[in-house]
C-alpha cells in the first residue's frame, strides 16, 4: 500500500465545472503539499497545509489530521487548470523527507 | 522573488559520457534536496545537502554524487550514464526551520 494516495487517477471535466483532487496518507506528517505540474515538466508549489483550509483565487485546500485526508478543490475550472496535481507529505518519521502521491491527470476541455 | 535556478534546463549525453547539473538556491536558503523523475514515474528522492553536509540519502546511484558548497548551490555530478538515466533531475531548496521545499524547474536530461 502506498503511504500516500491520490484519487481520481485521472480526470476529465468540461471548462466551468468544480473539480475535487482526494489525497489519502498513511504516515505521521508535519505538512501536506499540493504542487502542480504542467506538461512541460515543471513543478510549482500550490499550498503548503498542517491544518484546517487555504483559498487562493479559485484553488482551495483542506486537510483533516484525525482522518489523515487533504482534498484540493478547483472552482470555475479552466482548460489552462489542466495539469498534474501532486500530493506529497513531509513524513516526520524519515527526517521530513517528502513523499510524492501519484500525482492526478487533469483535463478541462473547453 | 527570486526562486530556484538549475542548468542547464536540457542536457543530451551519450551513454558512458558524465553530466553535471547545477542548482542554485533561493537566497538565504540552506538545504537541498535533488529528485529524479522518470518518465510517467513519481520523483524520486536522491539526496539533500544541509549547510554543505549531506544530510539525507536516498535511492541515489553509486554513479552519482553531489555536493553543496559555500555560497549553497550545489552539483549533481552524474558519471557513466546510462539510457536508464534519462529523466527530469529537480532540485528544490528549503530553509531548515520551515520545511517548506521550493522547486526549481527542472534540468531535463536525455541519455542516447
Known amino acids: 500500500k502506498n503511504e500516500v494516495e491520490q484519487s481520481p487517477q485521472n480526470l476529465t471535466a468540461q471548462e466551468g465545472e468544480f473539480i475535487t483532487i482526494n489525497c489519502s496518507y498513511s504516515?505521521?506528517?508535519?505538512?501536506l503539499h499540493w504542487l502542480q505540474q504542467h506538461p512541460g515538466g515543471g513543478i510549482v508549489s500550490l499550498f503548503m497545509l498542517s491544518s484546517g483550509k487555504k483559498k487562493h483565487g479559485r484553488l482551495i485546500a483542506t486537510i483533516n489530521i484525525q482522518e489523515k485526508h487533504s482534498s484540493l478543490h478547483i472552482t470555475a475550472s479552466h482548460p489552462r487548470d489542466s495539469a498534474v496535481y501532486i500530493c506529497a507529505v513531509y513524513d516526520r518519521g524519515s527526517n521530513y523527507q517528502l513523499i510524492w502521491g501519484a500525482g492526478t491527470k487533469l483535463i478541462i476541455k473547453p | 522573488a527570486a526562486g530556484v535556478i538549475q542548468s542547464p534546463r536540457h542536457l543530451i549525453k551519450e551513454k558512458r559520457e558524465t553530466a553535471t547539473l547545477k542548482c542554485y538556491p533561493i537566497?538565504?536558503?540552506?538545504?537541498v534536496y535533488w529528485y529524479q523523475q522518470g518518465p510517467g514515474q513519481d520523483p524520486q528522492f536522491l539526496i539533500s545537502?544541509?549547510?554543505?553536509?549531506?544530510?539525507d540519502k536516498g535511492s541515489i546511484p553509486d554513479r552519482f554524487s553531489a555536493q553543496q558548497f559555500s555560497d549553497y548551490h550545489s552539483e549533481l555530478n552524474m558519471s557513466s550514464l546510462e539510457l536508464g538515466d534519462s529523466a527530469l533531475y529537480f532540485c528544490a531548496s528549503s530553509q531548515l526551520t520551515s520545511n517548506t521545499q521550493y522547486f526549481g524547474p527542472g534540468t531535463r536530461l536525455t541519455v542516447l
Open positions: 537566497p538565504r536558503h540552506d538545504t
Open positions: 504516515v505521521g506528517i508535519s505538512a
Open positions: 545537502f544541509y549547510e554543505k553536509m549531506q544530510s
